[in-house]
């Protein structure tokens, strides 16, 4: 079975600034995805970010960029240059390779971004 | 075009009644979900076909009973409604099938709010 931790139930930070979202996960398995998920205030799920575990190099998505520690399995979000309308609930997830796609996901991230 | 849509959005109902939630996706994925996110907003998979098979059954009271007519289509219908199952259920798809369209990802709908009273 595989779980999922997101130990920062809240955080904020200041417009333009970084921040740094954290996550860690457990899986007997070799090949698994690991994802952020973003839900804004009106509740659509949008995918922020995907990484494949067999992958060494962090992905990165514009501002988005993940530091993927697969031995300390760890999978941490850092959003740079922070705007407003990042403000959301930020959801880590993971789901195994091979056919199966069931994302088990953590408890989530409340972002505030501030002015 | 809405890649996956749920309708309804919103449903306020009473408790014992019996509702249905439907879920379409034009994606032509093979796999098709159904999540529940509860109050504190923690989401977990209930139910999952492929290709209209029944692959993931999670421990879901029998009372919500899955249909899907085809790959396209999931439905979701709740018998007996209590007030514990008030929340916002999420449909969502995905390529299974392994290869290169299987990326993991999910595609998710817009989510529909269930209120019992």
């Known amino acids: 079975a595989q779980t999922v931790t997101q130990s920062q139930p809240e955080m904020s930070v200041q417009e333009a600034e970084t921040v740094t979202l954290s996550c860690t996960y457990d899986?007997?398995?070799?090949?698994?995805?690991l994802f952020w998920y973003k839900q804004p205030p009106s509740r659509q799920m949008i995918l922020v970010i995907r990484?494949?575990?067999?992958?060494?190099q962090n992905a990165t998505e514009n501002r988005f960029s993940v530091n993927f520690q697969k031995a300390a399995k760890s999978f941490s979000l850092k959003i740079s240059d922070s705007q407003l309308g990042d403000t959301a609930m930020y959801f880590c997830?993971?789901?195994?390779?091979?056919?199966?796609?069931?994302?088990?996901f953590g408890t989530g991230t409340q972002l505030k971004v501030e002015l | 075009d809405t890649a996956v849509s749920q309708t309804p959005k919103y449903l306020v109902t009473q408790m014992g009644n019996d509702k249905s939630i439907k879920c379409e996706q034009n994606?032509?994925?093979?796999?098709m979900y159904w999540y529940k996110q509860d109050s504190k907003k923690f989401l977990k998979i209930m139910f999952s076909?492929?290709?209209?098979?029944?692959?993931i059954n999670e421990t879901v009271p029998n009372r919500f009973s899955p249909k899907s007519p085809d790959k396209a289509h999931l439905n979701l219908h709740i018998n007996s409604l209590e007030l514990g199952d008030s929340a916002v259920y999420f449909c969502?798809?995905?390529?299974?099938?392994?290869?290169?369209?299987?990326?993991?990802?999910?595609?998710f709908g817009e989510g529909s709010r269930l209120t019992v009273l």
């Open positions: 969502a798809s995905s390529q299974r099938r392994s290869g290169i369209l299987n990326t993991g990802e999910l595609f």
């Open positions: 899986t007997s398995e070799s090949n698994y995805y």
């Open positions: 994606l032509g994925h093979d796999t």
């Open positions: 076909y492929n290709n209209k098979e029944l692959i």
């Open positions: 990484q494949e575990a067999y992958k060494q």
């Open positions: 997830a993971s789901s195994l390779t091979g056919g199966g796609n069931k994302l088990t």
